[in-house]
T-cell receptor, first 112, second 111 residues
Framework: DTAVSQTPKYLVTQMGNDKSIKCEQN?????MYWYKQDSKKFLKIMFS???????INETVPNRFSPKSPDKAHLNLHINSLELGDSAVYFC???????????FGSGTRLTVV | SQQGEEDPQALSIQEGENATMNCSYK?????LQWYRQNSGRGLVHLIL?????REKHSGRLRVTLDTSKKSSSLLITASRAADTASYFC???????????FGQGTTLQVKP
């Protein structure tokens, strides 16, 4: 019954690998987001999708590619992982832009 | 770019005391929101205040917004050990179409 669920919770991988993080929401929200939280807890938006359409694409390396097969899912694929990609990645959703977000519990990515 | 600046960065109080956190921002906004993050968890939405509102209450939380000073405060009254967490302000602007978070205030409430 979790509202926004992300998998996996932890991900440890070697540099150069490709990995994916999955996100699903069962709230019926139209908009989904990916945020990156660094070691200083600073949260930065990466992508936003509204009804499967990409609406925000921040200055993120093109090694990061979001995919939204339907409005309840937003996955994040990362190619050629680098040490600097180590962070906690949060998925979130909202009914409309700028309203209260519901966050997933995060995926802690460690690149070694 | 970071929109919100929070003050203080860290706050330590005794249970029962009030905790006040401040947030300043730079550009015009539609609303300002406060979130709590417990260690190792996701963010939880606490309260949203619109740009035409000055004050809002939710339980032990009181939020004020001063758009002329581009600042907001979050007051937690009668704090409890369970309030120990990081608190983030976030500003929503139709100009940017996104919610931008401040760097957060880490609150420790000692029992």
């Amino acid at each position: 019954d979790t509202a926004v669920s992300q998998t996996p919770k932890y991900l440890v991988t070697q540099m150069g690998n490709d990995k994916s993080i999955k996100c699903e929401q069962n709230l019926g929200h139209d908009t989904m987001y990916w945020y990156k939280q660094d070691s200083k807890k600073f949260l930065k938006i990466m992508f936003s999708y509204n009804n499967k359409e990409l609406i925000i694409n921040e200055t993120v390396p093109n090694r990061f590619s979001p995919k939204s097969p339907d409005k309840a899912h937003l996955n994040l694929h990362i190619n050629s992982l680098e040490l600097g990609d180590s962070a906690v990645y949060f998925c979130a959703s909202s009914q409309r832009d700028l309203y209260g977000y519901t966050f997933g519990s995060g995926t802690r990515l460690t690149v070694v | 770019s970071q929109q919100g600046e929070e003050d203080p960065q860290a706050l330590s109080i005794q249970e029962g005391e009030n905790a006040t956190m401040n947030c300043s921002y730079k550009t015009s906004i539609n609303n300002l929101q406060w979130y709590r993050q417990n260690s190792g968890r996701g963010l939880v939405h606490l309260i949203l205040i619109r740009s035409n509102e000055r004050e809002k209450h939710s339980g032990r939380l009181r939020v004020t917004l001063d758009t002329s000073k581009k600042s907001s405060s979050l007051l937690i009254t009668a704090s409890r050990a369970a309030d120990t967490a990081s608190y983030f302000c976030a500003t929503g602007s139709s100009n940017t179409g996104k919610l931008i978070f401040g760097q957060g205030t880490t609150l420790q409430v000692k029992p």
